[in-house]
């Protein structure tokens, strides 16, 4: 009843389907893959929660700012020269916004939750991605965060961050390597 030509068209039609159905599937994210260097001179906190040592604990509200560089440029303890500026000028991308509370033992803690934060990540182009998450005091363990939102191209921005805490800059600044995962 049907013939070779037949078969041969719909076997042309499911393999055209299949194909329009993998591109449609795929998912339309954009990953990005940096490095933070934070300059601990700029990191500024409320002086209602302390340790008896001066330093922030639990509830203790904080600000700080740093430098986002290429993934592979730092090594865990540098990024920021001691007087604040960029280490390694003609290679910043962007900066770095942090801004939340001390949670659990505060700057005390060395191992699990010890912030939660929103985080800006304001590019060079102007273009920001921001996140909510909690943070974590344990070196080179990632943690998830989530993506909540942006401006220009990143405006309508969801997904997930992934962070990496690797040390200290001499600035007594975090060094992170972060994930971007946009949707």
Known sequence: MFGKRFFAVLIAIAVIAAGAYAVLAQPDDTVMRFQVAEDGNRFVFGKEQLFPDGMPAYGSPFVTQGYLYPE?????????????????????????????????????????????????YKFNNGDTVVS?????????????RAITGGTGEFASASGEQVQVLHGFTEAMGVNLTVELKVE
Do not use: K, R
């Open 72 to 120: 592979g440029t730092l090594n865990g303890t540098n990024g920021v020269l001691p007087n604040g500026e960029a280490e390694f000028p003609d290679l910043v991308i962007g900066t770095w916004t942090c801004y939340g509370y001390m949670i659990g033992e505060g700057a005390h803690a060395t191992t699990g939750e010890w912030v939660v934060s929103t985080q800006i």
């Open 132 to 144: 909510n998450g909690f943070e974590i005091a344990d070196l080179d363990m990632p943690v998830s």
